[in-house]
């Protein structure tokens, strides 16, 4: 009776007391698809992790229509502060000249409004030659683009 007793207040007290799984509720987001405008780019992301950017998971992808060229690459780290994001890509595929396979670089974009009002910006910065594992806080997202930007803190 009495190794039943503690057997019952030891799972009483493991399922009362709050879990990491618990405490880490919510993620981060940012998805899109477009052009960059007065471009033949179209970008293609999307980017996920736990709020405060660990366990990032996604994709990136641009390919040129005028040029034939693009690359495919995958994420390795998502910051979001308000309707603004940064993502860092490795590109693991390319026939874009100025972007090889094996390199890394910075994606921001931002949004804000909805529909018909909405006003989305995107930027890419220099490249880099390992991956980026930390993303700093989003900026640089100046150039217009055409398309959806769904950015989730």
Do not use: Y
Request: with cysteine; glycine share 12%.
């Amino acid at each position: 009776m009495k190794m039943n007793l503690c057997i019952g207040v030891a799972l009483l007290s493991a399922l009362s007391m709050p879990t990491d799984a618990g405490a880490a509720q919510g993620s981060w987001l940012s998805q899109g698809s477009g052009t960059v405008a007065g471009t033949t780019q179209r970008w293609q992301w999307v980017a996920v992790s736990n709020v405060g950017g660990s366990n990032v998971r996604g994709h990136f992808s641009e390919f040129d229509s005028a040029a034939g060229t693009g690359f495919e690459a995958v994420v390795t780290c998502l910051s979001i502060l308000g309707d603004t994001a940064r993502i860092g890509i490795l590109i693991t595929d390319s026939t874009e000249p100025t972007r090889p396979a094996g390199v890394s670089t910075f994606v921001a974009m931002s949004s804000t409004g909805t529909g018909k009002d909405a006003v989305n910006l995107v930027g890419v910065d220099v490249n880099f030659p390992a991956p980026l594992m930390v993303c700093p806080a989003p900026s640089g997202a100046i150039n217009p683009f055409d398309g959806p930007i769904n950015i989730h803190d």
